[in-house]
């Protein structure tokens, strides 16, 4: 198949041949969706904790007595009940959250992500990512000129002079094929990509 190839205005120029196999594939909504969430869960650290009845701060005097203050009994005010109180059930500052995603399930999901992004027409193909000096205003005015906000680039190297023009730019990443995440593609208006790159996405993913 063939996806647009742009120039330096935006504009498509001509077409580029792509894989099938990675760039035609049929949306598989579930398998994007579990590709998202993994991504996501993987992401979390879970250092967080809460303090059960046994660790939060309290007296073991009982609050009142046990009969004729027409209250429910009580025994310690650690209760998860009361205010104050520990958590029943706390979370554990070593939590796993990881969720595990099969190879071919991987490959299979960040294909369909690529495959629909072609066909809503946010994808497309350009010559080379390079910049003589690392100045920001260089990229912003090039995206600018390409009519490109929202957009992430995945060339087939992110040397110095764009790594320190882009990292200043709100709304624009640029990564390596291998640093290519299923969240930033769901989310990114547009996703340019370099044909050196191309080749490593089909590598990758085919």
Request: hydrophobic share 40%.
């Amino acid at each position: 198949m063939q996806v647009e190839l742009l120039n330096d205005q935006g504009q498509a120029a001509s077409k580029f041949d792509v894989s099938d196999a990675v760039f035609g594939r049929d949306y598989n909504e579930s398998l994007i969706h579990q590709l998202v969430v993994a991504y996501q869960a993987n992401a979390r650290q879970g250092t967080r904790a809460q303090k059960g009845r046994d660790t939060v701060n309290h007296s073991t005097k009982k609050p009142f007595k046990q009969k004729g203050t027409g209250r429910a009994r009580a025994g310690m005010t650690s209760s998860p009940i009361w205010r104050g109180g520990g958590r029943a059930f706390p979370n554990s500052p070593d939590e796993n959250f990881s969720h595990k995603v099969n190879k071919k399930m991987y490959r299979a999901g960040m294909a369909s992500i690529f495959s629909q992004l072609v066909r809503d027409g946010r994808f497309a193909v350009v010559d080379s990512m390079k910049l003589d000096s690392p100045k920001t205003k260089a990229l912003a005015d090039k995206f600018k000129a390409m009519n490109l906000k929202s957009v992430m680039v995945i060339a087939d190297e992110v040397d110095e002079n764009l790594y320190l023009a882009s990292r200043n730019l709100p709304h624009v990443m640029i990564v390596e094929p291998r640093y290519a995440d299923p969240m930033s593609l769901v989310r990114c208006r547009k996703v340019i990509v370099t044909k050196a790159a191309v080749a490593k996405l089909q590598e990758m993913f085919a």
